[in-house]
């Protein structure tokens, strides 16, 4: 079956970082990816690893181990405006193309 | 920066209706994607599409639900004789040749 797995809540202070975690257990896997969501809003795109190792983007980097089924999303000099839902999604090949299939979203909230 | 566009923004209908989400992907991408998220609860993977035809389908789409792309921009989706747990955010999405889907603003439908 297909299993994601992060944390419901991180609290953060604003300027430090934060490591959020995510496991999968997935019948196919084409790429990890993360997206930001805002209360109401749509998810925005973060980060995508297919291969192992770590990708870094500004503030914002992502790492994948395919053999432990294992990412993190690294954020970085943490303002406010990071406070959001990230949301961690597997890639699926399918029939005829892929699918994303997401984890629950981790609500970080950046405090003073 | 082009994007992916939704209307309505917001729709509102009784139960048993038939309401049409419409979706503009961007213009270039050829792989189209609807998912929804109920309220305080995970994106979940509709339905995909490509070439002119679904190419994969989730349990949750059901006869109930079809898609279409009735023109080269547009790409919408239908969901007949709605039910009151139909209410969600409608997400479109489209990806390009990269595979990395980027996600309209939704629709939030209400079936009262």
């Known amino acids: 079956g297909q299993n994601i797995d992060q944390p419901t809540e991180m609290t953060a202070t604003e300027g430090a970082i934060v490591q959020i975690n995510c496991t999968y257990q997935t019948s196919g896997f084409n790429g990890l990816f993360w997206y930001q969501q805002h209360a109401g809003e749509a998810p925005t795109f973060l980060s995508y690893?297919?291969?192992?190792g770590l990708e870094e983007k500004g503030r914002f980097s992502s790492f994948l181990s395919r053999s432990k089924g294992y990412s993190y999303l690294l954020l970085k000099e943490l303002q406010m405006k990071d406070s959001a839902s990230y949301l961690c999604?597997?890639?699926?090949?399918?029939?005829?193309?892929?699918?994303?299939?997401f984890g629950t979203g981790t609500q970080l909230k950046v405090e003073l | 920066e082009p994007e992916v566009t939704q209307t309505p923004s917001h729709q509102v209908t009784q139960m048993g209706q038939e309401v049409i989400l419409r979706c503009v992907p961007i213009s270039n991408h050829l792989y189209f994607y609807w998912y929804r998220q109920i309220l305080g609860q995970k994106v979940e993977f509709l339905v995909s599409?490509?070439?002119?035809?679904?190419?994969?389908k989730s349990e949750i789409f059901d006869d109930q639900f079809s898609v279409e792309r009735p023109d080269g921009s547009n790409f919408t989706l239908k969901i007949r004789s709605t039910k009151l747990e139909d209410s969600a955010m409608y997400f479109c999405?489209?990806?390009?040749?990269?595979?990395?889907?980027?996600f309209g603003p939704g629709t939030r439908l209400t079936v009262l």
């Open positions: 999604a597997v890639r699926e090949p399918t029939g005829g193309g892929n699918k994303l299939t």
């Open positions: 999405a489209s990806a390009g040749p990269s595979g990395m889907e980027f």
């Open positions: 690893n297919v291969l192992d």
């Open positions: 599409f490509y070439n002119n035809e679904i190419s994969e």
